[in-house]
């Protein structure tokens, strides 16, 4: 397939390298159709690049998703004892997060962080997750649905800062969202701002603390809601929308 070079070059790297190894790519084609949906061209990144490799494509991207995945952050990253219910993490996968948000922020490349993604930014800013959302929390909101993949998503409401970018993207200070994570934000990373809680206090959402980058991470999973859902179809058009303002000067 030609590449279109009007359209901007969003990154998303493999959900996991078994995934990348053993063709299952099932999960990581709604972040692709969300991506073409909202006007952009989705550049699938290997867990297998070299440091030089990634670097060389990370140059020609405009922009940054970070989908979810069934690993956990390794915990060493923020200097934590491994929690019981912490599953293995994927080192591939965080290196290749980690070497795509060091350039990204550097360069201010808009950046959507979506479950597992919004904690690997999370870490990469030098902030820590609660491991394991019941056995620290309690159960007051079931963050960890999973009743299989034929069984209708439940969701859960969430408060959103009336000051923020996110209350511009949903139009409002609340929205219902889906939910399927069993840890979240504990201390936020540098230079993010939280925006978005559920009702028991689980953090739901971060953006970047100033107008140096634009940066968004969200706990929910609005690639699998509706596309006509104000708050998911927000996400990916306004992400694809800063990107194409960085693509703009390279046309000229």
């Not at 989908?67 to 080192?91: E, I, L, M, T, Y």
């Not at 540098?190 to 559920?198: C, E, G, P, T, Y």
Request: hydrophobic share 40%; aromatic share 4%.
């Amino acid at each position: 397939m030609a590449r279109d070079d009007s359209k901007p070059r969003i990154g998303i790297p493999y959900r996991t390298r078994k995934e990348e190894l053993t063709g299952d790519f099932g999960k990581l084609e709604k972040y692709i159709e969300s991506v073409r949906r909202a006007g952009a061209e989705s550049v699938i990144l290997s867990l297998g690049l070299s440091r030089a490799h990634l670097e060389k494509i990370a140059r020609t991207l405009d922009g940054l998703l970070l989908p979810g995945s069934p690993a956990d952050v390794n915990p060493a990253h923020f200097k934590a004892a491994r929690h019981a219910k912490c599953v293995d993490p994927d080192s591939d996968r965080e290196r290749t997060d980690f070497a795509l948000l060091e350039h990204c922020l550097a360069e201010q490349k808009p950046i959507v962080a979506i479950c597992y993604g919004l904690q690997s930014l999370n870490v990469f800013c030098s902030g820590t997750l609660i491991q394991d959302i019941p056995s620290e929390l309690g159960r007051m909101i079931e963050h960890d649905w999973d009743d299989g993949p034929e069984a209708p998503e439940r969701r859960h409401g969430v408060r959103i800062e009336p000051n923020s970018r996110l209350a511009q993207i949903a139009a409002a200070h609340e929205a219902l969202v889906n939910s399927s994570h069993h840890q979240s934000i504990c201390d936020p990373g540098r230079n993010l701002r939280v925006v978005s809680r559920a009702s028991d206090g689980v953090i739901e959402a971060i953006e970047w603390s100033n107008h140096a980058n634009w940066v968004m991470g969200v706990q929910w999973h609005p690639e699998r809601m509706d596309e006509t859902d104000p708050i998911a179809r927000g996400l990916f058009s306004d992400l694809i929308a800063v990107a194409g303002l960085r693509k703009m000067p390279a046309r000229a």
